[in-house]
């Protein structure tokens, strides 16, 4: 069994984009609170990027992405994902027609045996210092709760199911991105 890290690839990404707009609450938790936005969400650039250096999936956290990426993930129908029209603001001009994806469906896949977790003497609360999923758990959650995904106790871990990597990775406009598929025997990343 597979699950999939998708993202903007950090290691040659050139923007460094930041919300400006105050309706940041509606999607930065980590519980599903359906919401809907009719203006988009606006995403800065501070320090000069350019339109031309943003790539399909822009992530600070939440991803703002491509129509063509949107479009993709909820073709799956996937639990838990918040969707809203978003902007980026650049240097030389502004992307539309993007989508912020809020992934807010945690799911309680973490192997307990296999990763290395701490109890925080100070706040009691578990420190995963290497982080392994469970093949039992993830088999046993339903597909569509498998789509895209946090793992719970591990939230800034950001995840989708096999299934979607595939349709993403055979598609050239999705090449710059960070795309791993990752044998379920093998340690997750964090972030």
Same mark, same amino acid.
């Given at each position: 069994?597979?699950?999939?890290?998708?993202?903007?690839?950090?290691?040659?990404?050139?923007?460094?984009?930041?919300?400006?707009?105050?309706?940041?609450?509606?999607?930065?938790?980590?519980?599903?609170?359906?919401?809907?936005?009719?203006?988009?969400?606006?995403?800065?650039?501070?320090?000069?990027?350019?339109?031309?250096?943003?790539?399909?999936?822009?992530?600070?956290?939440?991803?703002?992405?491509?129509?063509?990426?949107?479009?993709?993930?909820?073709?799956?129908?996937?639990?838990?994902?918040?969707?809203?029209?978003?902007?980026?603001?650049?240097?030389?001009?502004?992307?539309?027609?993007?989508?912020?994806?809020? #992934?807010?469906?945690?799911?309680?896949?973490? =192997?307990?045996? +296999?990763?290395? %977790?701490? /109890?925080?003497? $100070?706040?009691? &609360?578990?420190?995963?210092?290497?982080?392994?999923?469970?093949?039992?758990?993830?088999?046993?959650?339903?597909?569509?709760?498998?789509?895209?995904?946090?793992?719970?106790?591990?939230?800034?871990?950001?995840?989708?199911?096999?299934?979607?990597?595939?349709? #993403?990775?055979?598609?050239?406009?999705?090449? =710059?991105?960070? +795309?791993?598929? %990752?044998? /379920?025997?093998? $340690?997750?990343? &964090?972030?």
């Amino acid at each position: 069994m597979y699950f999939s890290l998708i993202t903007e690839n950090y290691f040659t990404s050139r923007v460094n984009l930041t919300c400006v707009d105050n309706r940041e609450f509606f999607y930065s938790t980590n519980f599903y609170h359906p919401t809907t936005s009719n203006h988009s969400i606006v995403w800065k650039d501070l320090k000069g990027g350019k339109v031309s250096q943003v790539g399909p999936i822009v992530d600070i956290g939440d991803l703002s992405v491509s129509s063509q990426f949107a479009q993709k993930l909820m073709s799956f129908d996937p639990y838990g994902v918040e969707v809203y029209p978003s902007k980026l603001e650049l240097k030389d001009g502004q992307i539309e027609n993007r989508y912020l994806l809020a #992934i807010n469906n945690t799911i309680d896949v973490l =192997d307990y045996d +296999k990763s290395d %977790i701490e /109890i925080s003497p $100070r706040s009691g &609360k578990k420190i995963i210092h290497i982080l392994f999923l469970s093949e039992k758990k993830l088999k046993k959650t339903p597909l569509e709760q498998r789509i895209a995904f946090r793992i719970k106790g591990a939230e800034t871990a950001m995840f989708f199911c096999e299934e979607f990597f595939q349709t #993403i990775d055979s598609e050239s406009i999705f090449n =710059d991105l960070r +795309k791993e598929k %990752i044998h /379920i025997n093998s $340690r997750a990343p &964090k972030f």
